[in-house]
């Protein structure tokens, strides 16, 4: 049995912080390179936060974390994050 949701479930938290549709933007890992479109990592929701973890290798990929005052996004885990002009 699997405990993690696809990238799509990180939609509804990053469109808070983004005007574009992460899910369908290319992410790549900084632990071991694999690239890939955002809504194919493991997204993990059921802590204080919302974290998303490489398909390929477990990295933690980005963490999102909201309080009553703040949201904090951690993108150590990406290279890089690309998103297609539209």
């Known amino acids: ?3 993690y949701l696809d990238g ?3 939609a509804g938290a990053l469109s808070e912080l983004f005007a574009v549709d992460v899910t369908t ?3 790549q890992c900084n ?3 694999h690239t890939a479109v955002f809504a194919e990592s493991r997204v ?3 802590a204080p936060g919302m974290i998303a973890r ?3 290798c477990d990295t933690v990929l980005l963490r999102v974390v909201t309080t009553p005052t703040n949201t ?3 993108l ?3 290279t890089y994050l690309r998103v297609p002009n539209s």
């Open 1 to 3: 049995m699997t405990d």
């Open 8 to 10: 799509n479930a990180a």
């Open 76 to 78: 150590r885990g990406l």
């Open 25 to 27: 933007a290319i992410a």
């Open 54 to 56: 490489c398909a390929g």
């Open 44 to 46: 993990y929701a059921d």
């Open 72 to 74: 904090y996004l951690d």
């Open 31 to 33: 632990g071991c390179g």
